[in-house]
């Protein structure tokens, strides 16, 4: 089925280690996001990538770094994971404008 | 950064009931979205509103984009045990192609 593709579903990390988590989406979208949803919190944005070729910082950058490597692949990396990035990360896509978003089944991390 | 006020935070009724929630803010958008979360799952789309004033229905769910362009509500009717699951309300802001901003959520209980 077309969609957003996330890899992996679950993972635990101890605290400084690192680790990427990878996005794929096969709609032909332009635009892709990277989202991190905690209890009480909604979603908030980490990064974002407009087209391909660019990234910019939403709302909660610190700790995380991303890469868009194609149209299709948008990765987001923790470099020296914490605890507070325990989370569940959701990627996400759209043409762009209009900005209806097409979600991925999300990615649950645990940072110990 | 922006923030959209989404209310109620939780919500528990009976089967049959309907349902609503809304979301407000200090700034203008220029498009309103509403999604729902299933546990374990990524939002799926319900509702895109683009213009000010409109009325959008869904089977049993409908969305109006406010006047002033600064709310907009989703109800449910005759609610069933499968709406269970958390509610986002979605908006782009006016000025610039900028990323969405969410609500923090409306988390639905149906009592059967």
């Known amino acids: 089925n077309a969609g957003v593709t996330q890899t992996p579903k679950f993972q635990v990390l101890k605290t400084g280690q690192s680790m990427t988590l990878q996005c794929a989406q096969d709609?032909?979208?332009?635009?892709m996001y990277w989202y991190r949803q905690d209890p009480g919190m909604g979603l908030r944005l980490i990064y974002y990538?407009?087209?391909?070729?660019?990234?910019d910082k939403g709302e909660v950058p610190n700790g995380y770094n991303v890469s868009r490597l194609n149209k299709r692949e948008f990765s987001l990396r923790l470099e020296s994971a914490a605890p507070s990035q325990t989370s569940v990360y959701f990627c996400?896509?759209?043409?762009?404008?209009?900005?209806?978003?097409?979600f991925g089944a999300g990615s649950r991390l645990t940072v110990l | 950064g922006q923030q959209l006020n989404q209310s109620p935070q939780s919500m528990f009724i009976q089967e049959g009931e309907d349902v609503s929630m809304n979301c407000t803010s200090s700034?203008?958008?220029?498009?309103w979205l509403w999604y729902k979360q299933e546990p374990g799952e990524g939002p799926v789309l319900l509702i895109a509103?683009?213009?000010?004033?409109e009325l959008t229905s869904n089977g049993r769910l409908t969305a109006q984009f406010g006047i002033t362009r600064k709310d907009s509500f989703l109800n449910i009717s005759a609610s069933i045990p499968s709406d269970v699951g958390i509610y986002f309300c979605?908006?782009?802001?006016?000025?610039?192609?900028?990323?969405?901003?969410f609500g923090k959520g409306t988390r639905l209980s149906v009592i059967a």
């Open positions: 979605a908006g782009q802001l006016l000025s610039g192609n900028t990323p969405l901003v």
């Open positions: 709609m032909n979208h332009n635009s």
């Open positions: 990538s407009a087209s391909e070729g660019t990234t």
């Open positions: 996400a896509s759209c043409f762009g404008g209009a900005n209806v978003l097409t």
């Open positions: 509103l683009y213009k000010a004033g």
């Open positions: 700034s203008i958008f220029n498009t």
